[in-house]
Protein backbone atom coordinates (compact mmCIF):
# COMPACT_ATOMS: atom_id res chain seq x y z
CA UNK A 1 0.00 0.00 0.00
CA UNK A 2 1.26 3.50 -1.08
CA UNK A 3 1.82 6.05 1.32
CA UNK A 4 -1.54 7.91 -0.15
CA UNK A 5 -3.59 4.86 -0.02
CA UNK A 6 -2.37 4.67 3.32
CA UNK A 7 -3.56 8.00 4.10
CA UNK A 8 -6.56 7.63 2.27
CA UNK A 9 -7.64 4.59 4.73
CA UNK A 10 -6.73 6.30 7.55
CA UNK A 11 -9.04 9.44 6.60
CA UNK A 12 -11.84 6.79 5.85
CA UNK A 13 -11.52 4.97 8.82
CA UNK A 14 -11.63 7.85 10.82
CA UNK A 15 -14.77 9.18 9.16
CA UNK A 16 -16.61 6.06 9.69
CA UNK A 17 -15.24 6.06 13.58
CA UNK A 18 -15.79 9.86 13.93
CA UNK A 19 -19.96 9.10 12.18
CA UNK A 20 -20.26 5.71 14.43
CA UNK A 21 -19.33 7.98 17.15
CA UNK A 22 -21.83 10.22 16.72
CA UNK A 23 -24.22 7.99 16.08
CA UNK A 24 -23.08 5.94 18.99
CA UNK A 25 -23.65 8.77 21.24
CA UNK A 26 -26.78 11.08 19.50
CA UNK A 27 -29.58 9.26 18.68
CA UNK A 28 -32.53 10.36 17.95
CA UNK A 29 -35.28 9.24 20.14
CA UNK A 30 -38.99 9.25 20.67
CA UNK A 31 -41.51 8.26 23.85
CA UNK A 32 -45.17 7.76 22.75
CA UNK A 33 -47.01 8.58 26.18
CA UNK A 34 -46.92 11.45 29.09
CA UNK A 35 -47.89 9.25 31.52
CA UNK A 36 -45.37 8.36 34.68
CA UNK A 37 -43.61 5.49 32.89
CA UNK A 38 -42.93 7.88 29.76
CA UNK A 39 -41.72 10.87 32.04
CA UNK A 40 -39.59 8.81 34.22
CA UNK A 41 -38.20 7.37 30.94
CA UNK A 42 -37.27 10.68 29.58
CA UNK A 43 -35.96 11.33 32.66
CA UNK A 44 -33.17 8.30 32.52
CA UNK A 45 -32.26 8.09 28.91
CA UNK A 46 -31.21 11.82 29.61
CA UNK A 47 -29.16 10.65 32.33
CA UNK A 48 -27.96 7.88 30.70
CA UNK A 49 -27.82 9.27 26.85
CA UNK A 50 -26.43 13.01 27.99
CA UNK A 51 -27.25 16.50 26.80
CA UNK A 52 -26.84 16.18 23.13
CA UNK A 53 -29.49 13.39 23.05
CA UNK A 54 -32.76 14.76 20.87
CA UNK A 55 -35.88 13.46 22.58
CA UNK A 56 -39.33 13.79 21.66
CA UNK A 57 -42.41 12.82 24.18
CA UNK A 58 -45.76 12.21 21.95
CA UNK A 59 -48.64 13.05 24.78
CA UNK A 60 -52.42 12.73 22.91
CA UNK A 61 -53.94 13.76 26.02
CA UNK A 62 -52.64 15.70 29.34
CA UNK A 63 -49.68 14.92 31.05
CA UNK A 64 -49.66 12.77 33.45
CA UNK A 65 -52.08 10.01 32.07
CA UNK A 66 -53.50 7.72 34.38
CA UNK A 67 -52.54 10.41 37.20
CA UNK A 68 -55.05 12.90 37.32
CA UNK A 69 -57.32 14.90 39.50
CA UNK A 70 -61.24 16.26 39.26
CA UNK A 71 -62.04 20.01 40.77
CA UNK A 72 -64.68 19.91 43.41
CA UNK A 73 -66.01 23.29 43.79
CA UNK A 74 -62.82 24.63 43.32
CA UNK A 75 -60.88 21.95 45.01
CA UNK A 76 -58.79 19.49 43.05
CA UNK A 77 -59.16 15.43 44.04
CA UNK A 78 -57.14 12.96 42.59
CA UNK A 79 -59.47 11.21 40.16
CA UNK A 80 -56.72 8.37 39.28
CA UNK A 81 -53.48 6.93 41.05
CA UNK A 82 -53.24 8.60 44.50
CA UNK A 83 -51.76 6.47 47.06
CA UNK A 84 -48.01 5.69 47.02
CA UNK A 85 -46.14 3.10 49.58
CA UNK A 86 -43.39 4.21 51.19
CA UNK A 87 -41.05 2.19 50.29
CA UNK A 88 -41.80 3.47 46.79
CA UNK A 89 -38.29 4.53 46.51
CA UNK A 90 -38.42 6.46 42.56
CA UNK A 91 -41.44 7.70 43.94
CA UNK A 92 -40.17 8.95 46.54
CA UNK A 93 -36.79 10.19 44.96
CA UNK A 94 -38.68 11.58 42.23
CA UNK A 95 -40.40 13.97 45.09
CA UNK A 96 -37.52 14.85 46.68
CA UNK A 97 -35.23 15.79 43.57
CA UNK A 98 -37.92 17.56 41.67
CA UNK A 99 -38.41 20.12 44.61
CA UNK A 100 -41.89 18.55 45.54
CA UNK A 101 -43.74 17.83 48.92
CA UNK A 102 -45.54 14.50 50.32
CA UNK A 103 -48.92 15.16 51.75
CA UNK A 104 -49.85 11.92 54.56
CA UNK A 105 -53.50 10.38 52.82
CA UNK A 106 -56.18 9.96 54.74
CA UNK A 107 -56.28 7.04 57.13
CA UNK A 108 -59.33 6.82 58.60
CA UNK A 109 -61.52 4.05 60.08
CA UNK A 110 -62.20 1.44 57.45
CA UNK A 111 -65.34 -0.56 57.80
CA UNK A 112 -66.32 -4.13 54.93
CA UNK A 113 -70.27 -4.04 53.66
CA UNK A 114 -71.16 -7.39 52.67
CA UNK A 115 -74.78 -5.32 50.76
CA UNK A 116 -76.78 -6.05 54.03
CA UNK A 117 -74.40 -5.52 56.82
CA UNK A 118 -70.91 -4.14 58.30
CA UNK A 119 -69.22 -7.81 58.18
CA UNK A 120 -66.14 -5.92 59.56
CA UNK A 121 -65.77 -2.90 61.67
CA UNK A 122 -62.23 -0.43 62.25
CA UNK A 123 -62.14 0.70 66.16
CA UNK A 124 -59.94 3.78 66.76
CA UNK A 125 -58.51 1.90 69.48
CA UNK A 126 -55.16 -0.34 68.42
CA UNK A 127 -55.67 -3.12 71.05
CA UNK A 128 -59.73 -3.29 70.00
CA UNK A 129 -58.69 -3.71 66.57
CA UNK A 130 -56.20 -6.43 67.52
CA UNK A 131 -58.95 -8.35 69.69
CA UNK A 132 -61.64 -8.20 66.51
CA UNK A 133 -58.97 -9.33 64.27
CA UNK A 134 -57.77 -12.45 66.46
CA UNK A 135 -61.88 -12.97 67.49
CA UNK A 136 -62.97 -13.15 63.98
CA UNK A 137 -59.87 -14.31 61.85
CA UNK A 138 -57.59 -16.20 64.46
CA UNK A 139 -53.92 -15.60 63.74
CA UNK A 140 -54.65 -14.82 59.39
CA UNK A 141 -54.35 -11.15 59.55
CA UNK A 142 -50.94 -10.97 61.20
CA UNK A 143 -49.58 -13.43 58.74
CA UNK A 144 -51.12 -12.16 55.68
CA UNK A 145 -48.72 -9.00 56.80
CA UNK A 146 -45.74 -11.32 57.15
CA UNK A 147 -46.92 -12.98 53.45
CA UNK A 148 -46.42 -9.43 52.16
CA UNK A 149 -43.75 -7.92 53.84
CA UNK A 150 -41.77 -10.84 52.22
CA UNK A 151 -42.56 -10.36 48.67
CA UNK A 152 -41.86 -6.42 49.04
CA UNK A 153 -38.96 -7.30 50.91
CA UNK A 154 -37.36 -9.28 47.69
CA UNK A 155 -39.18 -6.42 45.54
CA UNK A 156 -37.09 -3.64 46.92
CA UNK A 157 -33.77 -5.42 45.41
CA UNK A 158 -34.90 -3.90 42.08
CA UNK A 159 -33.34 -0.73 43.25
CA UNK A 160 -30.22 -2.30 43.94
CA UNK A 161 -30.05 -4.12 40.30
CA UNK A 162 -31.06 -0.40 38.98
CA UNK A 163 -28.61 1.50 41.14
CA UNK A 164 -26.03 -0.28 39.06
CA UNK A 165 -27.65 0.47 35.83
CA UNK A 166 -28.78 -3.72 35.19
CA UNK A 167 -31.39 -4.21 32.75
CA UNK A 168 -34.08 -6.82 32.21
CA UNK A 169 -35.27 -7.60 28.54
CA UNK A 170 -38.56 -9.12 29.91
CA UNK A 171 -40.69 -8.74 32.81
CA UNK A 172 -40.12 -12.56 34.09
CA UNK A 173 -37.07 -12.38 33.69
CA UNK A 174 -37.15 -8.76 36.20
CA UNK A 175 -39.51 -10.69 38.59
CA UNK A 176 -37.39 -14.00 37.99
CA UNK A 177 -34.30 -11.90 39.29
CA UNK A 178 -36.19 -10.83 42.44
CA UNK A 179 -37.47 -13.91 44.09
CA UNK A 180 -36.51 -16.92 41.63
CA UNK A 181 -39.27 -19.52 40.84
CA UNK A 182 -41.51 -18.37 43.90
CA UNK A 183 -41.49 -15.18 42.23
CA UNK A 184 -42.62 -16.15 38.76
CA UNK A 185 -44.92 -18.83 40.26
CA UNK A 186 -46.78 -15.95 42.24
CA UNK A 187 -47.27 -14.02 39.33
CA UNK A 188 -48.48 -17.38 37.31
CA UNK A 189 -51.15 -18.10 40.06
CA UNK A 190 -54.30 -16.97 41.27
CA UNK A 191 -54.29 -14.92 44.77
CA UNK A 192 -56.92 -17.04 45.54
CA UNK A 193 -54.88 -20.33 44.48
CA UNK A 194 -51.88 -19.10 46.13
CA UNK A 195 -53.44 -18.28 50.12
CA UNK A 196 -55.85 -21.59 49.88
CA UNK A 197 -52.76 -23.58 49.67
CA UNK A 198 -51.05 -21.65 52.07
CA UNK A 199 -54.17 -22.45 54.41
CA UNK A 200 -56.57 -18.59 54.66
CA UNK A 201 -59.84 -19.30 55.22
CA UNK A 202 -62.43 -18.54 52.87
CA UNK A 203 -64.11 -16.31 55.51
CA UNK A 204 -61.29 -14.29 55.81
CA UNK A 205 -60.73 -14.02 51.68
CA UNK A 206 -64.31 -13.21 51.49
CA UNK A 207 -64.06 -10.76 54.48
CA UNK A 208 -61.05 -8.81 53.96
CA UNK A 209 -58.41 -9.84 50.86
CA UNK A 210 -61.31 -9.31 47.98
CA UNK A 211 -62.84 -6.02 49.66
CA UNK A 212 -59.19 -4.71 49.30
CA UNK A 213 -59.00 -6.20 46.09
CA UNK A 214 -62.02 -4.17 44.76
CA UNK A 215 -61.19 -1.01 46.13
CA UNK A 216 -57.91 -1.17 44.40
CA UNK A 217 -58.04 -3.47 41.27
CA UNK A 218 -61.94 -3.95 40.93
CA UNK A 219 -61.49 -6.95 40.63
CA UNK A 220 -61.65 -10.33 42.74
CA UNK A 221 -59.00 -12.97 44.39
CA UNK A 222 -58.78 -14.10 40.54
CA UNK A 223 -55.79 -11.60 39.88
CA UNK A 224 -52.47 -12.93 39.88
CA UNK A 225 -50.44 -13.45 43.90
CA UNK A 226 -47.87 -10.67 42.87
CA UNK A 227 -50.76 -7.44 42.10
CA UNK A 228 -52.60 -9.60 45.16
CA UNK A 229 -49.59 -8.86 47.20
CA UNK A 230 -49.19 -5.29 45.90
CA UNK A 231 -52.81 -3.98 46.50
CA UNK A 232 -52.36 -5.85 49.98
CA UNK A 233 -48.89 -3.29 50.78
CA UNK A 234 -51.57 -0.54 49.51
CA UNK A 235 -53.08 -0.87 52.86
CA UNK A 236 -50.30 -1.00 54.89
CA UNK A 237 -49.56 2.29 57.08
CA UNK A 238 -47.87 5.38 55.79
CA UNK A 239 -49.29 6.24 52.27
CA UNK A 240 -48.51 9.33 50.80
CA UNK A 241 -49.39 11.42 47.53
CA UNK A 242 -47.85 14.25 46.34
CA UNK A 243 -49.06 17.52 47.33
CA UNK A 244 -50.86 19.38 44.51
CA UNK A 245 -51.25 16.08 42.53
CA UNK A 246 -49.59 13.12 42.08
CA UNK A 247 -49.49 14.69 38.11
CA UNK A 248 -46.66 17.02 39.17
CA UNK A 249 -44.29 14.11 39.03
CA UNK A 250 -45.01 13.91 35.23
CA UNK A 251 -44.45 17.77 34.21
CA UNK A 252 -41.85 18.05 36.52
CA UNK A 253 -39.93 15.00 34.91
CA UNK A 254 -40.57 15.86 31.75
CA UNK A 255 -39.00 19.28 32.40
CA UNK A 256 -36.05 18.23 33.76
CA UNK A 257 -35.53 15.52 30.99
CA UNK A 258 -35.48 18.66 28.74
CA UNK A 259 -37.19 16.51 26.59
CA UNK A 260 -39.57 18.34 23.69
CA UNK A 261 -43.41 17.78 24.49
CA UNK A 262 -45.23 16.88 20.94
CA UNK A 263 -49.23 17.34 21.71
CA UNK A 264 -50.35 14.98 19.06
CA UNK A 265 -51.78 11.22 18.87
CA UNK A 266 -49.36 8.87 17.25
CA UNK A 267 -50.80 6.95 14.28
CA UNK A 268 -48.25 4.36 13.53
CA UNK A 269 -44.31 3.33 13.90
CA UNK A 270 -42.76 2.13 10.61
CA UNK A 271 -39.57 0.73 9.94
CA UNK A 272 -37.91 2.71 7.18
CA UNK A 273 -34.51 1.98 5.44
CA UNK A 274 -32.14 5.86 5.70
CA UNK A 275 -28.86 6.03 3.89
CA UNK A 276 -26.38 7.75 5.79
CA UNK A 277 -23.60 10.48 4.26
CA UNK A 278 -21.48 7.24 4.31
CA UNK A 279 -23.48 5.68 1.81
CA UNK A 280 -24.81 2.98 4.37
CA UNK A 281 -28.11 1.79 5.24
CA UNK A 282 -29.15 2.37 8.71
CA UNK A 283 -32.75 1.63 10.23
CA UNK A 284 -34.48 3.88 11.75
CA UNK A 285 -38.40 4.75 12.97
CA UNK A 286 -40.71 6.96 10.99
CA UNK A 287 -43.48 8.19 13.65
CA UNK A 288 -46.36 9.87 12.01
CA UNK A 289 -48.77 11.49 14.37
CA UNK A 290 -51.21 13.98 14.36
CA UNK A 291 -51.51 17.07 15.69
CA UNK A 292 -55.04 18.76 15.44
CA UNK A 293 -56.07 18.08 11.84
CA UNK A 294 -52.28 18.04 10.54
CA UNK A 295 -50.77 14.56 9.87
CA UNK A 296 -46.46 14.86 10.55
CA UNK A 297 -44.01 12.45 10.43
CA UNK A 298 -40.14 12.68 12.21
CA UNK A 299 -37.76 9.61 11.82
CA UNK A 300 -35.77 8.29 15.17
CA UNK A 301 -33.17 6.02 16.09
CA UNK A 302 -35.22 4.38 19.29
CA UNK A 303 -38.80 4.06 20.06
CA UNK A 304 -39.98 3.61 23.31
CA UNK A 305 -43.82 3.19 23.80
CA UNK A 306 -45.33 4.24 27.36
CA UNK A 307 -48.57 3.45 26.97
CA UNK A 308 -51.27 0.60 27.10
CA UNK A 309 -51.28 -0.95 23.26
CA UNK A 310 -54.52 -1.47 22.68
CA UNK A 311 -56.82 -0.60 20.16
CA UNK A 312 -59.04 1.72 22.84
CA UNK A 313 -56.31 2.63 24.43
CA UNK A 314 -53.14 3.72 22.29
CA UNK A 315 -54.13 2.73 18.51
CA UNK A 316 -50.93 2.47 16.87
CA UNK A 317 -50.36 1.21 14.30
CA UNK A 318 -47.12 -0.74 13.40
CA UNK A 319 -46.13 -1.05 9.55
CA UNK A 320 -43.80 -3.22 7.86
CA UNK A 321 -42.17 -4.76 10.38
CA UNK A 322 -40.76 -8.11 9.22
CA UNK A 323 -41.86 -10.40 11.21
CA UNK A 324 -44.76 -8.37 12.49
CA UNK A 325 -45.05 -7.06 15.62
CA UNK A 326 -47.28 -9.08 18.06
CA UNK A 327 -50.96 -7.65 18.46
CA UNK A 328 -52.04 -6.69 22.23
CA UNK A 329 -55.54 -7.57 23.02
CA UNK A 330 -54.99 -7.14 26.58
CA UNK A 331 -58.27 -6.29 27.93
CA UNK A 332 -58.35 -3.39 30.83
CA UNK A 333 -60.99 -3.12 33.20
CA UNK A 334 -63.28 0.04 33.28
CA UNK A 335 -63.41 1.92 36.22
CA UNK A 336 -65.34 4.95 36.80
CA UNK A 337 -64.05 7.19 39.80
CA UNK A 338 -66.98 9.39 41.22
CA UNK A 339 -66.55 12.36 43.64
CA UNK A 340 -69.58 13.68 45.33
CA UNK A 341 -69.62 16.32 47.76
CA UNK A 342 -72.79 15.43 49.58
CA UNK A 343 -74.27 14.19 53.59
CA UNK A 344 -73.49 10.30 53.09
CA UNK A 345 -76.95 8.14 53.92
CA UNK A 346 -74.78 6.11 56.64
CA UNK A 347 -77.60 3.99 57.65
CA UNK A 348 -77.06 2.01 53.79
CA UNK A 349 -74.54 0.71 55.83
CA UNK A 350 -75.76 0.03 59.40
CA UNK A 351 -78.39 1.46 61.17
CA UNK A 352 -76.47 4.06 62.82
CA UNK A 353 -76.96 7.70 62.11
CA UNK A 354 -74.18 10.01 60.24
CA UNK A 355 -72.99 11.91 63.60
CA UNK A 356 -72.58 8.07 65.16
CA UNK A 357 -70.48 6.46 61.66
CA UNK A 358 -67.30 6.80 62.35
CA UNK A 359 -65.76 4.86 59.09
CA UNK A 360 -64.05 6.93 56.56
CA UNK A 361 -64.06 4.03 54.02
CA UNK A 362 -66.08 1.53 53.55
CA UNK A 363 -65.00 -1.81 51.36
CA UNK A 364 -67.52 -3.84 49.56
CA UNK A 365 -67.60 -7.93 49.31
CA UNK A 366 -68.24 -9.68 46.08
CA UNK A 367 -71.86 -9.44 45.93
CA UNK A 368 -73.18 -8.73 42.41
CA UNK A 369 -76.34 -6.94 44.25
CA UNK A 370 -73.86 -4.20 45.33
CA UNK A 371 -73.55 -0.99 42.40
CA UNK A 372 -69.59 -0.06 44.38
CA UNK A 373 -66.54 -1.17 44.89
CA UNK A 374 -65.78 1.28 47.35
CA UNK A 375 -66.53 5.14 48.90
CA UNK A 376 -64.32 7.03 51.77
CA UNK A 377 -63.88 10.26 52.17
CA UNK A 378 -60.87 11.70 50.44
CA UNK A 379 -58.68 15.38 50.62
CA UNK A 380 -57.95 17.86 48.50
CA UNK A 381 -54.54 17.65 46.82
CA UNK A 382 -52.77 21.15 48.78
CA UNK A 383 -54.00 19.39 52.12
CA UNK A 384 -52.40 16.77 54.73
CA UNK A 385 -54.56 13.62 55.93
CA UNK A 386 -57.18 15.81 56.74
CA UNK A 387 -60.57 14.92 55.27
CA UNK A 388 -62.62 17.41 57.24
CA UNK A 389 -65.38 19.56 56.30
CA UNK A 390 -64.46 23.45 56.62
CA UNK A 391 -67.54 24.93 58.59
CA UNK A 392 -70.64 23.94 57.14
CA UNK A 393 -69.79 22.59 54.08
CA UNK A 394 -69.95 18.62 53.29
CA UNK A 395 -67.35 16.40 52.83
CA UNK A 396 -65.97 15.09 49.64
CA UNK A 397 -66.39 11.24 49.00
CA UNK A 398 -64.81 9.00 46.63
CA UNK A 399 -66.55 6.03 44.71
CA UNK A 400 -65.20 3.41 42.88
CA UNK A 401 -67.64 1.61 40.59
CA UNK A 402 -67.87 -0.86 37.45
CA UNK A 403 -70.32 1.33 35.90
CA UNK A 404 -71.22 5.41 35.99
CA UNK A 405 -73.63 5.39 38.72
CA UNK A 406 -77.16 6.87 38.50
CA UNK A 407 -78.76 9.52 40.00
CA UNK A 408 -81.09 7.07 41.74
CA UNK A 409 -77.86 5.67 42.80
CA UNK A 410 -76.22 8.35 44.34
CA UNK A 411 -79.61 9.41 45.79
CA UNK A 412 -78.90 6.12 47.46
CA UNK A 413 -76.30 6.44 48.56
CA UNK A 414 -75.86 10.65 50.03
CA UNK A 415 -78.86 11.78 51.89
CA UNK A 416 -78.25 15.06 49.69
CA UNK A 417 -75.24 16.18 47.64
CA UNK A 418 -74.19 19.86 46.85
CA UNK A 419 -71.72 18.29 43.64
CA UNK A 420 -70.93 15.51 41.68
CA UNK A 421 -68.45 14.81 39.06
CA UNK A 422 -66.95 11.42 37.40
CA UNK A 423 -64.19 10.28 35.43
CA UNK A 424 -64.05 6.97 33.71
CA UNK A 425 -60.96 5.23 33.24
CA UNK A 426 -59.73 1.53 31.57
CA UNK A 427 -57.99 1.46 34.77
CA UNK A 428 -55.61 -1.54 34.83
CA UNK A 429 -55.42 -5.18 32.71
CA UNK A 430 -57.71 -7.69 33.42
CA UNK A 431 -55.45 -9.77 35.19
CA UNK A 432 -56.38 -13.68 34.32
CA UNK A 433 -53.58 -16.06 35.49
CA UNK A 434 -51.44 -17.52 33.94
CA UNK A 435 -50.83 -15.24 31.25
CA UNK A 436 -47.62 -14.13 29.69
CA UNK A 437 -46.52 -10.10 30.07
CA UNK A 438 -45.98 -8.72 26.90
CA UNK A 439 -42.16 -8.38 25.13
CA UNK A 440 -40.22 -5.55 26.30
CA UNK A 441 -38.58 -5.25 23.16
CA UNK A 442 -41.00 -5.33 20.36
CA UNK A 443 -38.02 -5.05 17.80
CA UNK A 444 -34.30 -4.03 17.83
CA UNK A 445 -34.57 -0.62 18.83
CA UNK A 446 -37.94 -0.15 19.78
CA UNK A 447 -39.32 -0.85 23.39
CA UNK A 448 -42.35 -1.28 24.79
CA UNK A 449 -43.05 -0.02 28.68
CA UNK A 450 -46.48 -1.27 29.69
CA UNK A 451 -45.96 -4.65 29.40
CA UNK A 452 -44.78 -4.61 33.45
CA UNK A 453 -48.93 -3.85 34.17
CA UNK A 454 -49.87 -7.58 33.73
CA UNK A 455 -47.21 -8.21 37.20
CA UNK A 456 -48.91 -4.95 38.82
CA UNK A 457 -50.31 -1.67 37.75
CA UNK A 458 -48.75 1.10 40.23
CA UNK A 459 -47.15 4.23 39.55
CA UNK A 460 -43.88 2.79 40.87
CA UNK A 461 -44.06 -0.23 38.59
CA UNK A 462 -44.40 2.02 35.58
CA UNK A 463 -41.53 4.03 37.29
CA UNK A 464 -39.15 0.97 37.11
CA UNK A 465 -40.40 -0.15 33.69
CA UNK A 466 -39.37 3.48 32.35
CA UNK A 467 -36.01 2.92 34.03
CA UNK A 468 -35.38 -0.15 33.06
CA UNK A 469 -36.87 0.94 29.02
CA UNK A 470 -34.34 3.68 29.67
CA UNK A 471 -30.82 1.48 30.85
CA UNK A 472 -31.76 -1.24 28.43
CA UNK A 473 -32.09 1.25 24.71
CA UNK A 474 -28.92 2.77 26.22
CA UNK A 475 -26.95 -0.91 26.47
CA UNK A 476 -28.60 -2.08 23.50
CA UNK A 477 -27.33 0.74 21.75
CA UNK A 478 -23.56 0.76 23.19
CA UNK A 479 -23.85 -3.32 22.60
CA UNK A 480 -22.87 -3.63 26.58
CA UNK A 481 -24.78 -7.05 27.03
CA UNK A 482 -23.11 -7.84 29.98
CA UNK A 483 -25.59 -5.08 31.53
CA UNK A 484 -28.94 -7.21 30.07
CA UNK A 485 -30.78 -10.19 31.77
CA UNK A 486 -27.80 -11.19 34.15
CA UNK A 487 -28.47 -13.80 36.74
CA UNK A 488 -27.97 -14.11 39.96
CA UNK A 489 -27.58 -10.65 40.30
CA UNK A 490 -28.88 -10.77 43.79
CA UNK A 491 -25.93 -12.90 45.61
CA UNK A 492 -23.12 -11.19 43.17
CA UNK A 493 -24.33 -7.04 44.20
CA UNK A 494 -24.11 -8.21 47.53
CA UNK A 495 -20.52 -7.73 47.65
CA UNK A 496 -20.73 -4.25 45.75
CA UNK A 497 -21.15 -1.16 47.62
C1 LIG B 1 -58.66 5.08 39.14
C2 LIG B 1 -57.23 4.65 39.29
C3 LIG B 1 -56.66 4.59 40.55
C4 LIG B 1 -55.32 4.20 40.70
N1 LIG B 1 -54.77 4.25 41.94
C5 LIG B 1 -53.44 4.02 42.08
C6 LIG B 1 -52.83 4.25 43.33
O1 LIG B 1 -53.47 4.67 44.28
N2 LIG B 1 -51.50 4.01 43.42
C7 LIG B 1 -50.75 3.58 42.37
O2 LIG B 1 -49.54 3.40 42.53
N3 LIG B 1 -51.32 3.39 41.16
C8 LIG B 1 -52.64 3.61 40.99
N4 LIG B 1 -53.22 3.47 39.77
C9 LIG B 1 -52.42 2.93 38.67
C10 LIG B 1 -51.53 4.01 38.08
O3 LIG B 1 -52.24 5.19 37.94
C11 LIG B 1 -51.01 3.54 36.72
O4 LIG B 1 -50.41 2.27 36.86
C12 LIG B 1 -49.96 4.49 36.15
O5 LIG B 1 -50.37 5.81 36.29
C13 LIG B 1 -49.74 4.13 34.69
O6 LIG B 1 -48.84 5.07 34.14
P1 LIG B 1 -48.32 4.91 32.66
O7 LIG B 1 -47.47 6.07 32.37
O8 LIG B 1 -47.72 3.58 32.49
O9 LIG B 1 -49.62 4.94 31.74
P2 LIG B 1 -50.61 6.16 31.50
O10 LIG B 1 -50.70 7.01 32.68
O11 LIG B 1 -51.86 5.56 30.95
O12 LIG B 1 -49.86 7.01 30.36
C14 LIG B 1 -49.96 6.74 28.99
C15 LIG B 1 -50.08 8.06 28.25
O13 LIG B 1 -49.96 7.81 26.86
C16 LIG B 1 -50.85 8.66 26.16
N5 LIG B 1 -51.13 8.03 24.86
C17 LIG B 1 -51.80 6.88 24.62
N6 LIG B 1 -51.83 6.62 23.30
C18 LIG B 1 -51.15 7.61 22.69
C19 LIG B 1 -50.86 7.89 21.32
N7 LIG B 1 -51.24 7.07 20.35
N8 LIG B 1 -50.17 9.02 21.05
C20 LIG B 1 -49.76 9.86 22.04
N9 LIG B 1 -50.02 9.63 23.35
C21 LIG B 1 -50.70 8.53 23.67
C22 LIG B 1 -52.09 8.70 27.07
O14 LIG B 1 -52.87 9.84 26.79
C23 LIG B 1 -51.44 8.72 28.45
O15 LIG B 1 -51.25 10.02 28.92
C24 LIG B 1 -54.55 3.85 39.57
C25 LIG B 1 -55.12 3.91 38.29
C26 LIG B 1 -56.44 4.31 38.15
C27 LIG B 1 -57.03 4.41 36.77
C1 LIG C 1 -45.52 -1.33 43.71
C2 LIG C 1 -45.56 -1.55 45.16
C3 LIG C 1 -44.54 -2.40 45.75
C4 LIG C 1 -46.46 -0.99 45.98
C5 LIG C 1 -47.59 -0.13 45.57
C6 LIG C 1 -48.62 -0.18 46.62
C7 LIG C 1 -49.83 0.60 46.23
C8 LIG C 1 -49.75 2.04 46.37
C9 LIG C 1 -50.92 -0.05 45.80
C10 LIG C 1 -52.16 0.61 45.34
C11 LIG C 1 -52.41 0.26 43.94
C12 LIG C 1 -53.65 0.75 43.34
C13 LIG C 1 -53.84 0.46 41.92
C14 LIG C 1 -54.60 1.43 44.03
C15 LIG C 1 -55.87 1.89 43.41
S1 LIG C 1 -57.09 2.64 44.45
C16 LIG C 1 -56.19 3.58 45.56
C17 LIG C 1 -56.94 4.13 46.71
N1 LIG C 1 -57.57 3.10 47.45
C18 LIG C 1 -57.91 5.20 46.37
O1 LIG C 1 -58.85 5.31 47.12
O2 LIG C 1 -57.73 5.94 45.43
Redesign the pocket.
Known sequence: MSVVDLRRFKNKHAKLVREKTLFLFFPTVAV?????????AAYYLRQKFGKDVKIDV??????????ATLNVQGQEF????????PL?LH?KRFVKDLGLSAVQSPSGLVGVYNGETLVYEESSWFIINMIKLIWHYGFQSLRMHMWVEDILDKFMRIYRYQSHDYAFSSVEKLLHSLGGDDYLGLFNRSLLETLQKAGFSEKFLDEIITPVMRV?Y?QTTNINGFVGA?SMS?TDPG?W?VKGG?KLV?SRLLQASRSNL?S????SIEEKTRTKQTGNPSKVYEVV?QTGSETHSDFYDIVLV???LNRK????NFLNFDPPIEEFHQHYEP?V?TLIKGELNSTVFSSRALNEFHLGTVLTTDNPDLFINSIGLVSPVEEDNNPQPKADTAHVWKI?SAAALTKEQILKLFVSYDYAVK?S????PHYTPPEKCPSIILHDQLYY??G??FAA??????AI??YNAALLAYHRWNGNTHMIDQEDLYERLKTEL
Not at 425 to 428: F, P, R
Open positions: IGAGIGGTSFEKGKVGGRLESGGSIIHNMNGVGLANCVGLVMYATPMSNILTFQWLAYLNIESAMEMSAG
